[in-house]
């Protein structure tokens, strides 16, 4: 980040102080094609798609150089089953049927990826038909379980991870997934994990993407208030099922073609479907510039659980830590984990100022590039939603008496350091 582009974004937040993380967005008619790699800079992605919150496409011309794009794919563009067998073949995989609905998902079990294969061989040799369903190999951690070297480098534009960066710290998980499957698989009407941002490329074959804009999901709840399933079901038609139906407007469609890399912005929801046999490569991430996204997200779902077990709030010791345990169990993450994952990104960032690193350095997990204007502004955005944080009520009936440093502690740190970057 150049000091141009951070003077841009703290204006950009100084507009929303006071704010809800915002539910509306421009109406759109079309997502962006970014063509050419060498005349589109991070500072463009910045301004133009990270802070506006805007969906666009990138052209294969991004993703060339890629190892995977090389390796996995065969000359006629198909899945090159051979090279990953012969690489990958042990290796466990998590899988979905979707054909089988589980809630508002699809149940998974867990195969070798030389199983699978052979599935999807099957599946293939059966006209795209097979008694064992219509199944999807999705979340594989290939970064997690072995070297991901040589299969794909991480785009600059999508360099500022903080999710990532935090589960490598703590070197137990990560948000980094290959997603793999046969023509007619798909996944589901969702938001990504704590209203993150991501990205995704397709390796080989074809993706259709529907997307709706923050807000527009709640006009597409049925008369429970649940949302859809799938978005493409002739039942969200029935206006006694959806009668909010016609205060949505109809999804942005992008068609994703081999090469081609998608970003996902933070709370759109959406809905995908593979057009042919494809691999992609996808990350969840976030950063400054969605983190009040992640904390507005984190407050609603631990008022949902709350709502779900309030009956017990007088009866049951201790029922506010219990409301934390179980939104952990729910959402992967609850207020504690919050801080812990503020103090870990803030830290770096003290400590990045503290020596003085150049823009040259690579700081803060695999792939991060890190100049000081980008750390003044993360330290920037970590304060104000700490602030946030350390004022919640819930948050103060958290047994902090264990953190180090204190968020009270905490808090002071990155507001001297945000009074001393003003003239970075």
Same mark, same amino acid.
């Given at each position: 980040?150049?000091?141009?582009?951070?003077?841009?974004?703290?204006?950009?937040?100084?507009?929303?102080?006071?704010?809800? @993380?915002?539910?509306?967005?421009?109406?759109?008619?079309?997502? %962006?094609?970014?063509?050419? @790699? /060498?005349?589109?800079?991070?500072? /463009? +992605?910045?301004?133009?798609?990270?802070?506006?919150?805007?969906?666009?496409?990138?052209?294969?011309?991004?993703?060339?150089?890629?190892?995977?794009?090389?390796?996995?794919?065969?000359?006629?563009?198909?899945?090159?089953?051979?090279?990953?067998?012969?690489?990958?073949?042990?290796?466990?995989?998590?899988?979905?049927?979707?054909?089988?609905?589980?809630?508002?998902?699809?149940?998974?079990?867990?195969?070798?990826?030389?199983?699978?294969?052979? *599935?999807?061989? #099957?599946?293939?040799?059966?006209? *795209?038909?097979?008694?064992?369903?219509?199944? *999807?190999?999705?979340?594989?951690?290939?970064?997690?379980?072995?070297?991901?070297?040589?299969?794909?480098?991480?785009?600059?534009?999508?360099?500022?991870?903080?999710?990532?960066?935090?589960?490598?710290?703590?070197?137990?998980?990560?948000?980094?997934?290959?997603?793999?499957? @046969?023509?007619?698989?798909?996944?589901?009407?969702?938001? %990504?994990?704590?209203?993150?941002?991501?990205?995704?490329?397709?390796?080989?074959?074809?993706?259709?993407?529907?997307?709706?804009?923050?807000?527009?999901?709640?006009?597409?709840?049925?008369?429970?208030?649940?949302?859809?399933? /799938?978005?493409?079901?002739?039942?969200?038609?029935?206006?006694?099922?959806?009668?909010?139906?016609?205060?949505?407007?109809?999804?942005?469609?992008?068609?994703?073609?081999?090469?081609?890399?998608?970003?996902?912005?933070?709370?759109?929801?959406?809905?995908?479907?593979?057009?042919?046999?494809?691999?992609?490569?996808?990350?969840?991430?976030?950063?400054?510039?969605?983190?009040?996204?992640?904390?507005?997200?984190?407050?609603?779902?631990?008022?949902?659980?709350?709502?779900?077990?309030?009956?017990?709030?007088?009866?049951?010791? %201790?029922?506010?830590?219990?409301?934390?345990?179980?939104?952990?169990?729910?959402?992967?993450?609850?207020? #504690?984990?919050?801080?812990?994952?503020?103090?870990?990104?803030?830290?770096?960032?003290?400590?990045?100022?503290?020596?003085?690193?150049?823009?040259?350095?690579?700081?803060?997990?695999?792939?991060?590039?890190?100049?000081?204007?980008?750390?003044?502004?993360?330290?920037?955005?970590?304060?104000?939603?700490?602030?946030?944080?350390?004022?919640?009520?819930?948050?103060?009936?958290? /047994?902090?008496?264990? +953190?180090?440093?204190?968020?009270?502690?905490?808090?002071?740190?990155?507001?001297?350091?945000?009074?001393?970057?003003?003239?970075?």
């Amino acid at each position: 980040m150049d000091r141009e582009a951070r003077v841009f974004a703290e204006s950009h937040f100084r507009g929303l102080e006071g704010c809800l @993380p915002r539910r509306v967005c421009p109406k759109l008619d079309r997502v %962006d094609f970014i063509e050419k @790699p /060498d005349s589109f800079s991070y500072a /463009d +992605f910045f301004k133009g798609y990270l802070l506006p919150n805007l969906p666009c496409v990138f052209s294969s011309a991004f993703t060339e150089g890629w190892g995977s794009r090389r390796l996995w794919v065969t000359p006629s563009g198909k899945p090159n089953f051979d090279y990953l067998l012969q690489n990958y073949g042990d290796v466990v995989v998590p899988v979905a049927n979707c054909g089988v609905r589980e809630y508002n998902s699809n149940p998974k079990e867990h195969m070798t990826l030389r199983d699978y294969i052979s *599935y999807w061989k #099957e599946y293939i040799q059966g006209n *795209y038909s097979s008694s064992r369903g219509c199944l *999807y190999l999705k979340d594989w951690h290939l970064c997690r379980d072995s070297s991901a070297e040589g299969v794909f480098t991480l785009p600059i534009y999508f360099s500022s991870d903080w999710l990532n960066e935090y589960w490598d710290a703590l070197d137990v998980d990560d948000y980094r997934f290959i997603y793999m499957g @046969p023509t007619g698989t798909w996944s589901p009407f969702h938001a %990504d994990i704590f209203r993150s941002f991501s990205w995704s490329v397709n390796i080989c074959g074809r993706k259709k993407w529907f997307f709706f804009p923050p807000g527009q999901e709640e006009a597409l709840r049925d008369c429970h208030g649940s949302l859809p399933y /799938d978005v493409t079901s002739p039942t969200l038609l029935d206006s006694r099922l959806h009668p909010m139906r016609d205060h949505c407007s109809p999804p942005l469609e992008v068609t994703q073609e081999a090469g081609e890399m998608v970003f996902v912005p933070s709370g759109w929801h959406h809905q995908v479907h593979n057009l042919e046999d494809t691999i992609s490569i996808n990350h969840n991430w976030v950063n400054g510039c969605n983190l009040a996204n992640m904390w507005h997200f984190l407050q609603q779902e631990l008022c949902a659980v709350q709502q779900e077990i309030i009956e017990w709030r007088d009866s049951m010791p %201790d029922w506010h830590h219990h409301c934390q345990v179980i939104m952990k169990s729910c959402s992967g993450i609850n207020f #504690e984990e919050f801080y812990h994952f503020l103090k870990v990104v803030a830290e770096r960032r003290l400590l990045f100022l503290a020596k003085g690193m150049g823009p040259g350095k690579v700081e803060g997990g695999k792939g991060t590039r890190l100049g000081p204007q980008q750390a003044a502004f993360d330290i920037c955005r970590i304060a104000e939603v700490l602030e946030s944080v350390v004022a919640h009520p819930d948050f103060q009936r958290v /047994d902090t008496s264990a +953190f180090s440093p204190r968020p009270e502690e905490l808090l002071q740190q990155l507001e001297e350091a945000v009074a001393t970057t003003t003239s970075l």
